[in-house]
């Protein structure tokens, strides 16, 4: 009303308004709390793989963006799930109710996961997931507020299963851990094998958790296919990997392909038991320089342990998440998850690479070999690279997906 | 060729001798449970505990002291031995003049401390322990490659069960051991250290399921948990059996291998639940186990 | 030899009346705490008192068999964690309206209970305890092989909370937690009545004196087998309302550390008591979820509550408190 008229009443008016605009950049500065809750397994079996060192690598993502620098206050707060969906989801719930917890990250197990999935997506928050397996995470059960981001059944089938084929190995032998995920991991790869052209001699349900697995590796042996497909993890392939060196398996020309198999597996079964195994991950600690880099500032504060491709998904993951905060400057559960769908993700790890519709997220698999123990150059280095996937094979096409919200 | 209920006999015989195998594991640690149940009268919970301890501590022998398979064998067992001594004089001690419950729940209360211990210092991933150098290779049978060392863990299993029975059942000693479980105050009168002998009896029964754990460790991973659900199915055994039945407790344990290693080829999803089954079996029909004494 | 020593003190029958009014003050005041506790500040968190709540009464349906029939079962959680798997089947799948499903789940509670019992009473002591802990590893073992009813490793997810009665919407957890508190206080006032019906008294004789009481022209068995059925439904009672509650039935419900648990809690409160059990559950549970951040030293420091319970403490805090007050609670 005074602006368009110059007297003191309007400079003073225009000075409030200035004052007032001042006012809201210093709002708009204000630092934004973040608070991110690490959830995984701290005691069991996958406390080496996940545990503390996810925790400790989302916080270095809030250190290595800055995040205190562009205005975002990031508080990390961790705790054990146990790999109970019970556990999980009352942790879940409380951080979300009462403890102010934005984002959820990390947790494996599926059935967590699943669980985690669910209540983030009531709460309306924001879940990125990295250590589960089950692909129905960005298929059946997906939600417009998780993104999955290392890896998942299909592309452990897709890397291994195909790979192996391609390689001659073309008859295949399955000792599936008897739940959801073995089973899982046995159709999508049987189903890979065969379009190939491969062909399935056989499969042996084996009772979960396992200890012996020497009566179905004679079951496997006598079946004379040429791959024996473990799908299995953690404890089980463990076992399975050594007795099947134990009873001569690998000796007498048998390949084993580890569906799931982490770098830390390797490295409590030693190279001289697991020299040969052929596995796929989407991230090694040995793959590049900057991958290396990262890793040698990881490592210490691990006790010297390298990252497993879990943790390196926890610290992709956090770092996209925070870059969609200060883009948006917002902490609304959509406008972050449509900045971190529409904007390319990039960092030293896993290279650049999107999080697609389905929640997917998007990046190469590499195809391993276990090293044998002459060839390894010192601790830790375990890998050689036989095949680089890109992602759109390596990760399940949309068109083949069941999630409702790429169907909408 | 004639085949077997759709098997061939060769793939057969490779799974019973499997079978037998793992069985030497149940009759260890069945029989260890079976020592310290009859002269305690305490149902040790703590043996799967004890048993990962074995294997740990053969871990830690060779890894911090250098000391490799073969004295672990014997070392293992004496130091999870002592400190299983140490429990008894401890804790166990105190509970004698109430319900064996108590027993029961205090050995469970300290298999949680123990689990949690091993997991807070060593994870649990499982640490790799080696197969010993004279033991590596196998023998090709015609019917199936059999591992050097699990030919080995049969017979050291079946000397380690052969000479208790023997010790308890042949012996003076053994003769003390059998009197004190019958009636302890009239043992102690006749001038026989009975405490003692039950201090020393945990030490031996704990000293077994070290010695099985010692066994186990080249060929399942050393893991924190690895007695944790393994403890369930020896004390079906033992129920199976007859709770405090030596000769029992052996039989059973090779027994049930056996029967679990068929399982295995012909309904596998079930292996794992067929001794539960067995156990629940036997309850109807014998409530006493098989060898055991009705109470 | 004699089965002895799990055997709190005995109420003098002169001061029964006492007693009871004490113990009819207590009700009242559990009531009013049941219905203030959701306005209190950190533990008023509904999610969190509906845990408490049922495993309180899980606790104190596992306690009417130990404290007063002397029967110690090992294999509790098979009851609770199959009644969870019927309550949230009926729910997700049949879309049975909650009371209806939380029967169906007490229901199977009870049969269970019944095949499982008549098997277990005809051994005692240690020999009872080891067959219910394997009887239990039998469902825990179905439960893992029948994914199709639950879930297997998954558990049964996003269990719904259907309308009460087909009409009065659980959308909230304070309006669950109030159906929960109801549950929580008729169970344990059933209990309470139980342990006080001249049934209650037959059961404390045989288990203080198994053959006087076999001697006196009790049918001992029948009473133990009773007794079995009945704590079964509540553990089912209590698994079927949790299921409900907190939407979720899992592997964790069945599994035999469940059963250890459930030992603690009533240890830990007081067995042979009437409100021990509750404090018991609340202790514990209280204790994983503030404790939680420890990893795996909630593990160590449950056993050595454990031990050190078995070892200086088997009056329980409610025992204890008992002791004081000259009365028993």
């Not at chain 1, 979300?96 to 990390?106: F, G, Q, S």
């Not at chain 3, 219905?35 to 950190?42: G, R, S």
Request: glycine share 10%; proline share 4%.
């Amino acid at each position: 009303m005074t602006m368009f008229r110059m007297n003191r009443r309007s400079v003073l008016a225009g000075a409030a308004a200035t004052a007032f605009s001042a006012r809201s950049m210093a709002q708009a500065q204000q630092p934004i709390n973040i608070k991110i809750g690490v959830l995984n397994d701290r005691s069991g079996l996958y406390a080496d793989l996940t545990g503390e060192g996810s925790a400790i690598a989302a916080r270095m993502a809030a250190e290595d963006f800055g995040a205190a620098a562009k205005g975002l206050n990031v508080q990390i707060v961790s705790a054990d799930h146990q790999n109970k969906p019970d556990v999980g989801a009352n942790i879940a719930r409380q951080w979300y109710d009462n403890d102010a917890v934005d984002v959820i990250a990390d947790v494996p197990t599926s059935s967590v996961a699943l669980a985690v999935n669910q209540i983030t997506r009531e709460k309306n928050k924001i879940f990125l997931n990295s250590g589960a397996a089950t692909s129905d995470l960005t298929g059946s059960q997906c939600s417009p507020n998780t993104v999955h981001w290392t890896y998942d059944t299909y592309m452990l089938s897709q890397g291994t299963g195909g790979a192996m084929v391609k390689a001659g190995g073309d008859t295949w032998f399955f000792l599936t851990a008897d739940y959801a995920f073995g089973h899982a991991l046995e159709r999508d790869t049987t189903a890979v094998v065969q379009r190939q052209g491969g062909r399935v001699l056989g499969a042996v349900r084996t009772p979960f958790p396992g200890t012996d697995f020497s009566s179905f590796l004679l079951q496997a042996q006598a079946s004379r296919a040429k791959v024996i497909g473990l799908a299995n993890a953690g404890g089980d392939t463990v076992n399975s990997i050594k007795q099947a060196a134990e009873f001569g398996i690998t000796a007498g020309g048998q390949k084993l392909a580890g569906l799931l198999v982490f770098v830390n597996d390797v490295h409590a079964l030693g190279l001289q038991t697991a020299q040969g195994l052929v596995l796929t991950e989407t991230f090694y600690w040995d793959l590049n320089d900057s991958t290396r880099a990262w890793s040698r500032r990881f490592a210490p504060q691990r006790a010297g342990n390298m990252p497993s491709m879990v943790q390196a998904g926890v610290y992709g993951s956090v770092l996209h998440y925070l870059k969609a905060v200060a883009a948006t400057r917002s902490k609304d559960a959509a406008q972050a998850m449509t900045w971190m769908k529409g904007n390319e993700t990039d960092d030293p790890l896993f290279g650049k690479g999107t999080v697609r519709a389905d929640g997917r997220k998007l990046h190469p698999a590499y195809l391993f070999e276990v090293k044998k123990p002459s060839e390894s150059k010192g601790p830790w280095d375990y890998y050689k690279l036989l095949a680089t996937l890109p992602a759109e094979e390596a990760f399940r096409p949309l068109s083949a997906n069941a999630c409702p919200l790429v169907r909408a | 060729m004639f085949e077997l209920l759709g098997i061939p006999p060769q793939a057969l015989f490779g799974q019973l001798l499997l079978g037998l195998i793992n069985g030497s594991f149940y009759a260890i640690l069945s029989l260890g449970l079976a020592v310290i149940f009859g002269l305690l009268n305490i149902i040790n919970f703590t043996h799967g505990a004890q048993y990962m301890m074995g294997a740990f501590i053969a871990w830690m022998l060779l890894n911090w002291l250098g000391i490799g398979y073969w004295p672990s064998l014997l070392l293992a067992p004496v130091v999870a031995g002592v400190s299983g001594v140490i429990i008894e004089r401890l804790f166990m001690q105190r509970l004698y003049h109430l319900d064996h419950l108590y027993g029961l729940l205090l050995t469970f209360g300290l298999a949680l401390i123990i689990q949690g211990l091993f997991r807070n210092y060593f994870g649990s991933s499982g640490l790799p322990y080696q197969i010993p150098a004279e033991l590596r290779g196998g023998q090709n049978l015609g019917f199936m490659f059999l591992p050097n060392y699990r030919a080995w863990v049969v017979v050291a299993s079946l000397a380690v069960c052969l000479a208790t029975w023997f010790v308890i059942e042949k012996t003076r000693l053994g003769a003390y051991l059998r009197a004190a479980t019958e009636n302890p105050t009239l043992t102690q009168a006749f001038g026989i250290n009975v405490p003692l002998l039950i201090t020393l009896t945990y030490g031996f029964g704990v000293g077994l399921a070290a010695f099985a754990g010692v066994l186990a460790a080249p060929i399942y991973s050393v893991n924190p948990n690895m007695g944790a659900d393994l403890i369930i199915v020896v004390f079906a055994v033992v129920v199976i059996g007859g709770m405090g039945s030596i000769l029992g407790a052996i039989v059973t344990g090779f027994g049930l291998g056996i029967i679990e290693g068929l399982t295995k080829v012909f309904y596998p999803e079930a292996s794992a639940t067929v001794i539960f089954i067995i156990m629940a079996i036997v309850l109807l029909v014998k409530p006493a186990g098989l060898f055991g004494r009705t109470a | 030899m004699a089965e002895v020593t799990i055997t709190p003190p005995a109420p003098e029958n002169a001061e029964q009346a006492d007693h009871s009014a004490l113990h009819r003050t207590l009700f009242i005041g559990m009531a009013a705490l049941l219905v203030v506790l959701p306005f209190i500040p950190v533990i008023g968190y509904p999610f969190f008192l509906m845990k408490v709540l049922c495993f309180a009464l899980f606790a104190c349906a596992f306690n009417l068999m130990l404290g007063y029939g002397g029967l110690l079962s090992f294999g509790h959680a098979a009851y609770f964690g199959f009644a969870a798997y019927v309550a949230a089947y009926t729910a997700k799948h049949w879309g049975l309206t909650p009371e209806v499903s939380i029967l169906l789940g007490t229901g199977s509670g009870a049969v269970l209970g019944l095949a499982f019992g008549a098997l277990a009473i005809r051994r005692q002591g240690i020999y009872f305890a080891m067959i219910t802990l394997a009887l239990a590893q039998m469902v825990y073992f179905f439960s893992l092989q029948a994914p199709r009813f639950t879930g297997g490793e998954d558990g049964i997810q996003a269990v719904p909370r259907n309308a009460l009665f087909g009409v009065l919407p659980l959308g909230n957890d304070t309006t669950t937690y109030y159906l929960v508190a109801v549950i929580f206080f008729v169970g344990v006032l059933l209990i309470y009545r139980i342990i006080h019906s001249p049934f209650g008294q037959v059961l404390k004789a045989i288990r203080d004196n198994e053959a006087r009481a076999v001697s006196l022209g009790y049918r001992v068995n029948q009473y133990k087998l009773a007794v079995f059925v009945l704590s079964a439904s509540l553990a089912g009672l209590a698994g079927a309302t949790k299921a409900i509650a907190v939407q979720l039935a899992s592997l964790t419900d069945v599994h035999w550390s469940m059963s250890g648990e459930v030992v603690l809690m009533t240890l830990v409160g007081g067995m042979g008591t009437v409100f021990g059990p509750i404090v018991g559950a609340a202790v514990i549970i209280s204790m994983q979820n503030f404790l939680a951040g420890l990893g795996a030293w909630v593990t160590v420091v449950q056993g050595v509550i454990f031990v050190i319970c078995v070892l200086v403490f088997r009056e329980g805090i409610v025992g204890v408190i008992g002791k004081w007050l000259k009365k028993p609670l």
